[in-house]
């Protein structure tokens, strides 16, 4: 095949990042013209990585990733979607034995002037004492668009570059280059580098290259580059004064390899800079070769029948015929994705715009994520971790997705270390979320979303081993020696559990031993017992001997009951809240601890009832505690319904301030669940509360207003709506809704004096049935000791 004519010297196709038009006329330019090589706009160090593009294995979206070997962080990308301009030329290049090249400024380079300039701008800002305002660049596209009368950058492109032919082939495959180069002359001559003021070193490095190219292949060649650069390289420059503006550059030692991307993240600014909207939306563009509407609106049918909706042939006939009508409505040569949008919805969505944030994120946008074949270069760490993933059955995804792991199981447990080690080494593939089923030590729930920048955190992480058990172990044990924290340490002996790092356990253990033996701070301590107490629980599922956690938090919590009624006192508000919630974590922490060292069980709940009867009897402890005591011993049944009324009558007594009395009643039914349901239950705290705020002075009303709305928001609705029927029809009468009378004190009202053993044990089948017959399995060893139980459930009441 014999090439189109053309003017002498190289072809330059300038072109728009990751767009599918301009993608179409390159690869038609190509194949018209035949060039000797291909040089493209991109690192050059990337040149011995371009024959895996033509891998079978290698999937677009994909990016160059380019990093400095002494500072992984220090990163760049270049993405390249299957509709880029630069990936067609690639790939043409290899399927027809023509050398390729790429020609921008070398990443060495770039990455160090990077660092250079943000050091510069930090200068800059601490010399001005503000930040200094970066000029904003000149958008060349949307420059165009406004001069042609468009007030959409992205609707100007689709019309004048994308629509332009209904075909996609235009009759010269060579004219739109010419005409968009004539267009960006004209930019260069008024905006200059538009903001840009790198692209001058960058345009004299794509000029030198291009002169070597031009002597090797006589003059035969083809560059693809942004159409901004188009003018600069044609200009007349020489070559000492392009060596010139290169002389002196700042250099890193880089390393690049291609790295799997997402149409996602092509919706950002990022890489060549030149961030799309719709990729989803390009992609199916160039891969449509024609009738893009109607295959365009199937998919969109598609994708609302698998949520359920109701989409025929009709409303697919209907949408294409509104988008053409809209399309001849608004002038435009074909209809776009804004036509196509405005179809979609009032057709399919029926003027919803709830199933077209669906159709924008799965269609428009688009998750999908790209593949690089095995040989690709790769850190040690990111070749175990890809190991593990394949083994483990774990696959990256770029969309969010929910999993659920049986640790009872090996893989499952398998994946939740991998998961937890990539955690502590900074790579957050997965968050650990609330799960739907057990809350038991035996599952976990994660939520997994693998996204681009990973390759880099795991480039970072490289730094502490080749595996990712070897450098999660490293990382742990150099956090426990640089944490300053007792409650930081605390935190990272949990997740080395979690993890399976028996190696870095030993080094946490002893500086936690020392941080805790020195840390005289109460609240301090109230802050570690809680992972501590957590950690406890993993031995029996995990096979980790906790024995020296339970030492080490046994000593916490003793600390703790000696130290928390002092430190109760001469509180301010933040400080009043703060305390509380601690007060909550170290409740719960020590039930905890109670069941994981049963030798010390008993007397540790007792000195902890000991502290909160203190807590809720004292005058000068804050309100807020004393109230949150009161409840947490009400709670547990240790605390009389009369002497919960008795304390919440001093409480709200007319001597207390009425900021103090506030106070008390947030702690005592804010925050813990069913503090509602409590009020709704017994009306004889009810009353006392209305009783209380009925007699507040109007001035002082306003003043504790916030403090009250903030404790009854948190209520559910129902909730909230059955308070206000019980205040407004005031007190039952006849005593219908006191408590009944019981041997040695009260109970609530709706129970009964004394138990109920039949209606109890009624219950006992159908919890088995819910729970399984085999609660040793269910529970691991947790259970050892009770199978032989056969006492009725309500029996220990």
């Known amino acids: 095949m014999t090439g189109a004519p053309r003017p002498a010297g190289p072809l330059l196709l300038g072109v728009r990042h990751h767009g599918p038009g301009s993608a179409r006329a390159v690869g038609a330019a190509l194949e018209a013209a035949r060039p000797r090589a291909v040089l493209i706009e991109g690192p050059p160090e990337g040149d011995a990585l371009l024959p895996l593009a033509a891998d079978e294995?290698?999937?677009?979206?994909?990016?160059?990733?380019?990093?400095?070997?002494?500072?992984?962080?220090?990163?760049?990308?270049?993405?390249?979607?299957?509709?880029?301009?630069?990936?067609?030329?690639?790939?043409?290049?290899?399927?027809?034995?023509?050398?390729?090249?790429?020609?921008?400024?070398?990443?060495?380079?770039?990455?160090?002037?990077?660092e250079k300039e943000e050091e510069g701008r930090r200068a800059a800002s601490e010399d001005s004492g503000e930040a200094a305002p970066a000029p904003a660049p000149v958008d060349p596209i949307g420059v165009l668009a406004e001069t042609a009368g468009y007030d959409d950058p992205e609707r100007w492109w689709e019309d004048v570059v994308e629509h332009r032919a209904h075909d996609g082939a235009p009759a010269d495959p060579l004219a739109a280059f010419a005409a968009l180069g004539e267009a960006m002359t004209a930019l260069r001559e008024v905006y200059g580098d538009g903001g840009h003021p790198r692209d001058a070193v960058r345009e004299a490095c794509m000029r030198i290259q291009l002169r070597t190219a031009r002597k090797e292949f006589d003059d035969d060649v083809a560059v693809v580059c942004g159409a901004w650069h188009v003018p600069a390289l044609r200009a007349r420059a020489t070559l000492a004064a392009d060596r010139a503006l290169l002389k002196g550059l700042p250099k890193v030692k880089t390393e690049l390899t291609w790295v799997p991307w997402t149409h996602r993240r092509l919706a950002r600014h990022s890489g060549y800079g030149a961030g799309i909207d719709s990729p989803g939306w390009y992609a199916h563009l160039f891969a449509s070769p024609d009738r893009p509407v109607e295959r365009w609106m199937t998919k969109v049918a598609g994708l609302l029948r698998d949520e359920d909706r109701f989409v025929s042939s009709a409303h697919v006939?209907?949408?294409?015929?509104?988008?053409?009508?809209?399309?001849?409505?608004?002038?435009?040569?074909?209809?776009?994705?804004?036509?196509?949008?405005?179809?979609?919805?009032?057709?399919?969505?029926?003027?919803?715009?709830?199933?077209?944030?669906?159709?924008?994120?799965?269609l428009i946008v688009g998750g999908t994520l790209g593949e690089v074949p095995d040989t690709a270069p790769a850190v040690p760490l990111q070749r175990d971790l890809t190991r593990s993933q394949r083994t483990l059955r774990l696959k990256p995804e770029a969309s969010e997705r929910d999993i659920e792991l049986d640790l009872r199981k090996d893989t499952d447990a398998a994946r939740g270390r991998l998961l937890h080690r990539l955690r502590i080494l900074g790579v957050g593939w997965g968050e650990p979320t609330?799960?739907?089923?057990?809350?038991?030590?035996?599952?976990?729930?994660?939520?997994?979303?693998?996204?681009?920048?990973?390759?880099?955190?795991?480039?970072?992480?490289?730094?502490?081993?080749?595996?990712?058990?070897?450098?999660?172990?490293?990382?742990?044990?150099?956090?426990?020696?640089?944490?300053?924290?007792?409650?930081?340490?605390?935190?990272?002996?949990?997740?080395?559990?979690?993890?399976?790092?028996?190696?870095?356990?030993?080094?946490?253990?002893?500086?936690?031993?020392?941080?805790?033996?020195?840390?005289?701070?109460?609240?301090?301590?109230?802050?570690?017992?809680?992972?501590?107490?957590?950690?406890?629980?993993?031995?029996?599922?995990?096979?980790?001997?906790?024995?020296?956690?339970g030492e080490v938090a046994a000593g916490l919590a003793e600390r703790i009951c000696v130290g928390l009624p002092p430190a109760c006192t001469g509180l301010d508000d933040e400080g009043a809240a703060a305390l509380r919630r601690q007060v909550d974590g170290v409740h719960t922490a020590i039930g905890l601890l109670a069941g994981a060292v049963p030798a010390n069980a008993d007397g540790l709940r007792e000195r902890w009832r000991a502290v909160l009867h203190k807590l809720a009897a004292r005058d000068t402890v804050a309100g807020v505690i004393r109230g949150r005591a009161a409840r947490l011993l009400l709670d547990d049944g240790h605390l009389e319904q009369d002497d919960a009324a008795r304390l919440m009558g001093l409480a709200l007594s007319p001597?207390?301030?009425?900021?103090?009395?506030?106070?008390?009643?947030?702690?005592?039914?804010?925050?813990?669940?069913?503090?509602?349901?409590?009020?709704?239950?017994?009306?004889?705290?009810?009353?006392?509360?209305?009783?209380?705020?009925?007699?507040?002075?109007?001035?002082?009303?306003?003043?504790?207003?916030?403090?009250?709305?903030?404790?009854?928001?948190?209520?559910?609705?129902?909730?909230?709506?059955?308070?206000?029927?019980?205040?407004?029809?005031?007190?039952?009468?006849?005593?219908?809704h006191a408590a009944a009378a019981a041997p040695g004190g009260t109970t609530a009202p709706g129970f009964g004096p004394v138990l109920d053993g039949p209606r109890a044990d009624a219950v006992v089948p159908v919890l088995r049935l819910l729970l399984g017959p085999d609660t040793e399995a269910e529970s691991g060893t947790e259970a050892e000791g009770h199978e032989n139980t056969e006492e009725p459930l309500g029996a220990t009441g």
Request: negative net charge.
């Open 57 to 114: 294995q290698m999937r677009p979206p994909v990016a160059l990733l380019a990093h400095a070997v002494d500072d992984p962080g220090r990163a760049a990308f270049w993405p390249l979607a299957g509709f880029s301009p630069e990936w067609v030329a690639i790939r043409w290049a290899l399927a027809n034995d023509v050398p390729v090249r790429f020609i921008d400024l070398p990443a060495a380079h770039s990455l160090a002037m990077t």
């Open 317 to 362: 006939i209907e949408a294409v015929r509104l988008a053409a009508t809209l399309a001849a409505m608004r002038g435009r040569p074909l209809a776009g994705l804004s036509e196509a949008t405005d179809a979609v919805r009032a057709v399919m969505c029926e003027g919803s715009d709830v199933p077209l944030a669906l159709v924008r994120d799965r």
């Open 434 to 549: 609330e799960g739907r089923g057990s809350t038991g030590t035996f599952r976990e729930s994660w939520r997994l979303c693998w996204e681009p920048e990973l390759y880099v955190r795991v480039a970072e992480a490289g730094i502490w081993g080749t595996t990712v058990l070897s450098a999660a172990t490293a990382r742990a044990e150099s956090d426990a020696l640089s944490a300053t924290a007792l409650a930081d340490v605390t935190a990272l002996a949990e997740r080395c559990l979690l993890a399976g790092l028996p190696d870095a356990l030993p080094v946490v253990m002893r500086v936690l031993a020392d941080r805790a033996a020195l840390d005289t701070d109460v609240g301090h301590l109230a802050d570690a017992l809680p992972s501590l107490a957590r950690s406890l629980r993993y031995g029996d599922v995990r096979s980790t001997d906790t024995a020296a956690l």
């Open 655 to 736: 001597g207390t301030p009425p900021a103090d009395a506030a106070a008390w009643i947030e702690g005592f039914v804010g925050g813990a669940a069913g503090g509602g349901m409590l009020l709704v239950h017994d009306e004889r705290l009810l009353a006392l509360v209305d009783t209380w705020l009925s007699g507040v002075s109007p001035d002082t009303f306003t003043d504790v207003l916030p403090l009250l709305r903030r404790t009854f928001s948190a209520y559910e609705s129902g909730v909230r709506r059955t308070l206000g029927e019980l205040v407004r029809r005031g007190p039952a009468a006849g005593g219908g």
